[in-house]
Structure formats: structure tokens, C-alpha cells
T-cell receptor, first 106, second 113 residues
Framework: GIQVEQSPPDLILQEGANSTLRCNFS?????LQWFHQNPWGQLINLFY???GTKQNGRLSATTVATERYSLLYISSSQTTDSGVYFC????????FGAGTTVTVRA | GAGVSQSPSNKVTEKGKDVELRCDPI?????LYWYRQSLGQGLEFLIY????????KSGLPSDRFSAERTGGSVSTLTIQRTQQEDSAVYLC???????????FGDGTRLSIL
């Protein structure tokens, strides 16, 4: 199956800082999603981004499918950004990375 | 509601008992998926439904696990003779079709004593 690697595994940020999360995948994929799992365990869709760049408020994502990676940018981080960020690739079923645990300190 | 609904939200049961977990997908979504999230295993795929058919059951960990979907809507995941290693959060997702974003429910946290 497709291997998905995320880095870094853990990230501690001071409120207001910017950060970049990376997702590498081992094979061509049809599509890619980024999720945020909040402290209550809910998986929230952030981006559906097979290629190109998308922005949503303070978050943006870029996928370079030909080079098999995607980046998630968090700008001006807030404590509510804390949680685990998952990258998942799919050809109908999702294969998840292990996630990046983000802690934003006030 | 407009989202994927799962019930129960929490389930505690004794080893050896059978459990049923329910998923109500978003109306009109033809594709439905079950995943499991456990410590040390991350998020793993269990089964995929397209309509009422399950073209991919490859993630079901043993023959104690089964799932069905009726009316192209509600799905039930059944675990027979539960074991402690079945303890996990079971997540259901649905999508318009199998090449569109998947939307997740809040999950069922299953604890086997």
C-alpha cells in the first residue's frame, strides 16, 4: 500500500508563530486530504488538495503531486490550533500518516 | 443534522460480548467507509461501501468483524466475541462518491473490559 510519512512528529509553538508541516507519500495518488483532530477527537476536514495551493484563513496547503509531497502552513498560530494534523492520501480509501502533534502555548 | 452521525458515542462491554456500531452518513453520499483509530496503530481502513455493496473489506482484522449497509444509507459494524485488542475509536466517513472528500463522524469509543 501507499506509505505516508509526516514530519515533524511533534511541534511546540508560541502563540503567533508560523509553522510548516510536511507530508511525503510513496506513490502517485488521486487525491489528498489534510485533517485536524481536535482534543475531543473530532476529525475536521481542512483541505482537499490533489495539487496546487489552497488557502483558508490562517491555513494554507500546497501539494506537488509530481514530487509526492504536500505542505500545510499555519500562520499566526492560536491555542485553538492545538491538536493532531493528519495527511491522508487516497484512491477511494484513505491511507493516513502518523500525524503531527501541534501544541500552541499562550 | 447535516453531518455523519455515529452511535453510540461510547461503549463499554465485557470481553466475549458482541457489539454493534451504527453510522448514518450524509444524505446522498453513496460511498461509506469505516476506519479504526487505536494507540500504536494510528488510523486504519476497515471497509468501504459503494451503495449497499462492499467492494473492499480488506481492512477487517478478523472474521469476528462484519459490516452491512442497507438502503444505501445506514451502516452497522458488528464485532462478535469482542477481545481487549478491539478497544479503539471506530470512525465512519462518507463521501459523494469514491473520489471526493471524506467527511467523518465523531466516532464510537469502544472499551473492552
Amino acid at each position: 500500500g501507499i506509505q505516508v510519512e509526516q514530519s515533524p512528529p511533534d511541534l511546540i509553538l508560541q502563540e503567533g508563530a508560523n509553522s510548516t508541516l510536511r507530508c511525503n507519500f510513496s506513490d502517485s495518488v488521486n487525491n489528498l486530504q489534510w485533517f485536524h483532530q481536535n482534543p475531543w477527537g473530532q476529525l475536521i476536514n481542512l483541505f482537499y488538495i490533489p495539487s496546487g495551493t489552497k488557502q483558508n484563513g490562517r491555513l494554507s496547503a500546497t501539494t506537488v503531486a509530481t514530487e509526492r509531497y504536500s505542505l500545510l502552513y499555519i500562520s499566526s498560530s492560536q491555542t485553538t490550533d492545538s491538536g493532531v494534523y493528519f495527511c491522508a492520501v487516497f484512491d477511494y480509501k484513505l491511507s493516513f500518516g502518523a500525524g503531527t502533534t501541534v501544541t500552541v502555548r499562550a | 443534522g447535516a453531518g455523519v452521525s455515529q452511535s453510540p458515542s461510547n461503549k463499554v462491554t465485557e470481553k466475549g460480548k458482541d457489539v454493534e456500531l451504527r453510522c448514518d452518513p450524509i444524505s446522498g453520499h453513496t460511498a461509506l467507509y469505516w476506519y479504526r483509530q487505536s494507540l500504536g496503530q494510528g488510523l486504519e481502513f476497515l471497509i468501504y461501501f459503494q451503495g449497499n455493496s462492499a467492494p473492499d473489506k480488506s481492512g477487517l482484522p478478523s472474521d469476528r468483524f462484519s459490516a452491512e449497509r442497507t438502503g444505501g444509507s445506514v451502516s452497522t459494524l458488528t464485532i462478535q466475541r469482542t477481545q481487549q485488542e478491539d478497544s479503539a475509536v471506530y470512525l465512519c466517513a462518507s463521501s459523494v462518491d469514491n473520489n471526493q472528500p471524506q467527511h467523518f463522524g465523531d466516532g464510537t469509543r469502544l472499551s473492552i473490559l
